[in-house]
């Protein structure tokens, strides 16, 4: 059986494995305190355009009471506490209706005290108009307090349907959060995938001077767990540390991670893995144009959406395994088909044939 349902089935790139083996018996203090780490965060905060004001020095030492770069375990876990550090008990968080947190992490959210303001979208994007309205809804609502304030906004880079945002969208929205003061924040689980699509008109440093806070994924991007929140507003940088620790967030042996992030950023294998993924998922997606299959979504990443009749799905699943995303009629199915950075020539030769 060949997998297409996700991008997470895979262990870990084997560089990332290498890493492990390598340093397996070295002893380190614990806690993201480790050279490893350190050095992971130096990496990124750079890649990222992150320098202390004229110091000149990375904004990642831990040593300071703030730091730009910290390490989870998962992205649920790392939406939800940055989410609890954003927001007072009386906000809510702006996100699209189809959003990460709105529909697929069991009310994280909501469990910590938080309510998700969901706005409807057409393709999983929301607009800088959208953002804007909803704040003075709120803002010229006569009864104001009565209702959740929304303290912050939360996108998916890409979104849950496979679309990035441009540029100049990115930009619009940026603009809207700094003139009401409400923080951004982009959920990259997929990051690499997104500034890898042949449709990106953003670099990683262009994303991090237009949010606030974003993070780089690794679960579903080559290491065997892990991600890479990065706070690149230093109003929110006091005290995260904290947040980590008491939501239980805070790895013991938190080297694992560091030296996961590390290696992914070393000779660019970030960038050619999540490379890799689209280049399989176009492949996949101009074989279901080139055959008459829909394309639910105008995706140019990992993730492809079609719709197959029943008979064709129950025919293709008996080789393969796909997300099913709902019934669309009486006899037909839509369905995501997902590459990832260890999607084989072979595997996906195989899926083009049966279609």
Not at 224 to 229: D, K, S, T, V
């Amino acid at each position: 059986m060949i997998h297409f349902e996700c991008d997470y089935e895979e262990g870990c790139a084997p560089e990332v494995l290498q890493a492990f083996i390598r340093t397996n018996m070295e002893q380190t203090v614990g806690y993201g305190l480790d050279p490893y780490s350190l050095q992971a965060k130096q990496v990124i905060a750079e890649l990222c355009g992150l320098t202390a004001g004229g110091q000149g020095e990375p904004l990642w030492r831990e040593q300071e009471t703030a730091g730009a770069v910290h390490f989870l375990v998962g992205g649920t876990q790392t939406n939800t506490v940055v989410i609890n550090y954003l927001l007072r008990p009386h906000q809510g968080v702006i996100a699209a209706d189809c959003g990460h947190i709105n529909v697929h992490e069991t009310g994280a959210i909501e469990h910590s005290g938080h309510k998700v303001l969901a706005l409807p979208t057409e393709d999983g994007r929301l607009t800088a108009q959208q953002v804007q309205d909803a704040l003075l809804q709120h803002l010229y609502d006569p009864n104001i307090e009565h209702t959740i304030q929304p303290g912050m906004v939360y996108l998916s880079f890409p979104t849950e349907t496979g679309m990035i945002y441009s540029k100049k969208e990115l930009e619009a929205i940026s603009a809207v959060c700094r003139q009401y003061r409400v923080p951004l924040y982009i959920d990259g689980a997929r990051l690499g995938y997104g500034l890898m699509s042949p449709q990106a008109d953003i670099t990683l440093k262009e994303l991090a001077s237009l949010c606030d806070l974003f993070y780089i994924g690794g679960t579903k991007q080559g290491a065997l767990f892990g991600e890479a929140l990065v706070i690149c507003n230093p109003l929110y940088r006091k005290d995260f540390r904290y947040f980590i620790k008491q939501s239980g967030g805070m790895l013991a042996k938190g080297r694992l991670l560091g030296l996961q992030f590390l290696t992914l950023f070393t000779d660019d294998l970030y960038w050619r893995l999540s490379r890799h993924a689209v280049t399989q998922a176009l492949r996949i997606r101009q074989a279901l144009t080139d055959k008459g299959y829909p394309l639910s979504v105008d995706s140019h990443t990992n993730q492809q959406f079609t719709v197959f009749s029943n008979e064709q799905l129950e025919r293709l699943e008996r080789l393969f395994h796909f997300s099913v995303i709902e019934r669309t009629d009486a006899d037909h199915t839509a369905v995501r088909i997902c590459t990832d950075w260890a999607t084989t020539d072979e595997n996906v030769t195989q899926l083009i044939n049966a279609l």
